[in-house]
């Protein structure tokens, strides 16, 4: 049996590529998308995720939109350097979509998916974890209903990408992601730890692009513009980190993953705001443990995610 997931998303090139991922795998039914400020705008991550449907052709799949801004912060302005004005690299595939999102909002769209069918459907955050934790304080009988969490996002042994201690989902919304996991449900961090050592070279995608995989040559489309930014950001040649499908991969393959159980806290005060404190001897917090993914077979992952994209 496939295993349902909802993912919540801000696409986003590597979102994209990790919803394509996602569709081809047949280990997962993907049920709903969600949406979230992150990479753009929700108005601009809501369409991104209508056309990426439209395009895979899944327009069956539901999206609903969700939350504009963090909790208790600001969001301030799109990292359009890293994702494009559109948020999907400037590849012209962001016209307006023939579908619409789902009257219901985000939060209580999950809400009323996890409570239909409790113990069967896993969360999948893949951006700031803020509809997640409002989905909780909607309806806190989610934590017991829900299978599990796996979500992208926080530094736990590595520094950050958006500050030095912190990741970038995370540090989108601290508040809400010291929420999500301080809950008493599973949660699986696919953390900078996995995602940084996941580089696909330019060979590699090279060679999506040469695919006749409908999927694989969207990929290819959209990614030089986080190729240029990876050039520039990182001084390599145009390969490029990771991240979104990496957490796609666990679903998939979690022996190609090494873990561990910690107790963690989330920084939402001072410098280190949005950093993954993590109790390493186990003497300091109470509370539920994180699976934390520390280790990864990085060519079993990138060979899992060609063969899929490029059926």
Same mark, same amino acid.
């Given at each position: 049996? *496939?295993?349902?997931?909802? %993912? ?25 998308? +969600? ?7 929700? $108005? ?9 449907? #439209? ?18 912060r600001d969001y !301030?302005?799109?990292? +359009?350097?890293?994702?494009? $004005?559109?948020? @999907? ?14 009257? !219901? ?14 113990? =069967?459907?896993? @969360?999948?955050? %893949?951006? *700031? ?21 796996? @979500? ?21 919304? *601290? =508040? ?20 940084? *050592? ?5 060979q590699y995608i ?7 995989s409908a999927y ?16 520039? =950001? ?15 991969? /666990? ?19 001072? /410098? ?16 539920? #443990? ?13 060979? @899992?995610?060609? =063969?899929?994209?490029?059926?």
């Open positions: 049996m *496939p295993e349902s997931i909802l %993912i919540d998303t801000d696409p986003g090139i590597d979102d994209m590529m990790a919803i394509l991922f996602a569709l081809k795998s047949p280990e997962l039914d993907v049920l709903a998308l +969600t949406t979230v400020f992150g990479n753009h705008y929700v $108005e601009v991550t809501t369409r991104n995720a209508l056309r990426i449907l #439209e395009l895979a052709g899944r327009d069956d799949i539901p999206v609903a939109r969700g939350a504009y801004s963090p909790l208790v !301030t302005s799109p990292p +359009t350097i890293v994702h494009g $004005e559109d948020g @999907l690299g400037d590849a012209g595939l962001t016209d307006e979509p023939d579908s619409q999102p789902a009257h !219901t909002r985000a939060a209580q769209f999950i809400v009323e998916a996890v409570m239909s069918r409790p113990g =069967e459907i896993t @969360l999948v955050p %893949i951006g *700031p974890l803020t509809n997640i934790a409002m989905a909780l304080k909607l309806e806190p009988r989610i934590i017991k209903a829900t299978k599990r969490v796996v @979500l992208m996002g926080g530094a736990a042994f590595v520094p950050g990408n958006v500050s030095p201690v912190a990741e970038a989902n995370i540090h989108n919304d *601290p =508040e809400a992601a010291a929420l999500v996991f301080g809950a008493d449900w599973h949660v699986v961090m696919v953390g900078l730890d996995v995602t940084m *050592p996941v580089v696909m070279s330019r090279g060679e999506l692009a040469a695919s006749k694989a040559e969207l990929v290819a489309r959209v990614v030089p513009h986080y190729q240029a930014f990876h050039a520039a =950001e990182y001084k390599t040649d145009g390969a490029l980190h990771t991240h979104d499908p990496t957490a796609i991969a /666990y679903l998939i393959r979690p022996d190609l993953f090494q873990t561990v159980a910690r107790r963690v806290r989330v920084d939402t005060h001072s /410098y280190g705001f949005g950093q993954i404190v993590v109790d390493r001897t186990g003497r300091w917090y109470d509370g539920v #443990e994180t699976t934390i993914c520390t280790d990864v077979d990085v060519e079993g992952v990138l060979n @899992l995610f060609q =063969e899929r994209i490029m059926r």
